[in-house]
């Protein structure tokens, strides 16, 4: 059995994928730059309401709402983002192509 984060892949899977581990590790990359995307984005956009409360004061359960909508939705989209390129690399892995999307040899 090999490790690969918290779960246990069988040998003969992880002979099959050599490309496995790398996979893994650009998914567990993807979804951290997500994390801390919500951390940076909600901490941002609730200071950012913060120094904006004096011309336009609102309650305080209305910044914090809409600082994590903000949050998330960058969360979102860069794991989103992210977890593409890593499908990418899996599909290169795998296959040793780029998908088609990703071809430089046709001209746009």
Known sequence: MVNLGLSRVDDAVAAK???L???AACQSNAFVKGVLTF???TG?????QIL???KFPYPVQ??????????SVASYGVTRVESQKC??????LETAQ???DMDTDQPR
């Open 17 to 19: 994928h050599p490309g």
């Open 21 to 23: 581990g790398e996979y």
């Open 39 to 41: 951390v940076a984005g």
């Open 44 to 48: 941002g956009t609730f200071g950012l």
């Open 52 to 54: 904006t409360r004096r």
């Open 62 to 71: 209305w910044s914090v709402l809409v600082a994590v909508v903000a949050g």
């Open 87 to 92: 499908s990418n690399l899996w599909l290169f």
């Open 98 to 100: 780029l998908p088609k």
